[in-house]
């Protein structure tokens, strides 16, 4: 039987190309605000809003979202909320729409992990490309090819969860909870709708 730390270690999936996306946005953001202070109190109050919602925008849709897979399953940050998916519940994992976490509970979309757009499927479409956890002669979706954020979020899923199973942990699937475990990220609803507000005080009742 595998050494139980080689099967539930913690990893994290986070995109390169989201947090350049997010880093180069909040960038422009900074650099844009700054250039008005000193152009009096209607200008800023014009201008900052729309730049931090931009900004906040930027970290909560691009920069915050990742896929953590840790000993008691994956957990999947998204936008708005996080999700638990405990490692009994999953029954199958997909990446037509994203990385998706088919389970008893539910189905689960990682927003950090998105499946590639048309171009990428286009020249992937002809490719004969096996994965790990594939069936055996299946053909692989160009979602999962790991040189995608889908694929590559979805291959150290899947690898982990064949590991778990082929080492006897899920011989007897039982999961704790009804319901999946799932924390809404107020702090991130309640940003988007100060900054809102600000935007509207800002451009249509100052």
Not at 61 to 66: G, I
Not at 163 to 190: C, K, N, Q, S, Y
Request: net charge neutral.
């Amino acid at each position: 039987m595998a050494n139980v730390s080689d099967l539930f270690y913690e990893e994290t999936f986070r995109p390169a190309f989201g947090r350049v996306l997010a880093g180069a946005l909040m960038t422009i953001c900074a650099l844009a605000g700054l250039s008005v202070v000193g152009a009096g109190a209607d200008a800023l109050w014009q201008v900052w809003p729309w730049l931090a919602l931009v900004a906040f925008g930027a970290w909560a849709l691009y920069w915050r979202p990742e896929v953590e897979v840790n000993a008691g399953g994956v957990r999947v940050v998204n936008v708005f909320r996080t999700l638990d998916v405990p490692w009994p519940a999953i029954t199958d994992i997909e990446t037509k729409w994203a990385l998706t976490l088919v389970t008893t509970l539910g189905t689960v979309r990682a927003w950090a992990a998105p499946a590639p757009g048309r171009q990428v499927l286009r020249r992937s479409q002809a490719e004969d490309l096996r994965l790990g956890g594939a069936g055996k002669g299946d053909m692989v979706r160009p979602s999962d090819l790991p040189q995608t954020e889908s694929g590559a979020a979805a291959l150290v899923v899947r690898q982990r969860w064949l590991r778990i199973r082929e080492a006897g942990f899920l011989a007897d699937p039982r999961v704790e909870h009804d319901r999946m475990p799932v924390r809404w990220h107020v702090e991130t609803i309640a940003g988007f709708a100060l900054l809102t507000v600000a935007v509207v005080y800002g451009t249509f009742l100052r």
